[in-house]
């Protein structure tokens, strides 16, 4: 079982940059492929970005590569996603997620776990 708790949503404006963070219980973080999620309001969740196990293997969103960058510290059982030029459309709720296969996927059913969220706003 693995539970994961995300933070460093807020307001920001539009062009700045933030920092989540997703912090995970258990000691079988590293056999994980992590991802992150977002759900605006009214929409359906979007994928965003996942990483490998090792951290070696990435993949975005269209909408978000060049912009935004996934990384992970097996070490602090913490995954990262640092967001740089921020657009009003990137305002949601943010979410990591867990998933034991090999492979990385944009499909939320293929992730065995969730955090709760956090809810990042951006400014026009």
């Known amino acids: 079982q693995v539970q994961l708790v995300e933070s460093g949503g807020g307001l920001v404006q539009a062009g700045g940059s933030q920092r989540l963070s997703c912090a995970a219980s258990g000691r079988t973080f590293s056999r994980y492929a992590m991802g992150w999620f977002r759900q605006a309001p009214g929409k359906e969740r979007e994928f965003v970005a996942a990483?490998?196990?090792?951290?070696?293997?990435?993949y975005y969103a269209d909408s978000v590569k060049g912009r935004f960058t996934i990384s992970r510290d097996n070490a602090k059982n913490t995954v990262y996603l640092q967001m740089n030029s921020l657009k009003p459309e990137d305002t949601a709720v943010y979410y990591c997620a867990a998933d034991r296969s090999v492979l990385l996927t944009a499909d939320p059913s293929k992730y065995d776990y969730w955090g709760q969220g956090t809810q990042v706003t951006v400014s026009s």
């Open positions: 990483i490998s196990w090792s951290g070696g293997n990435t």
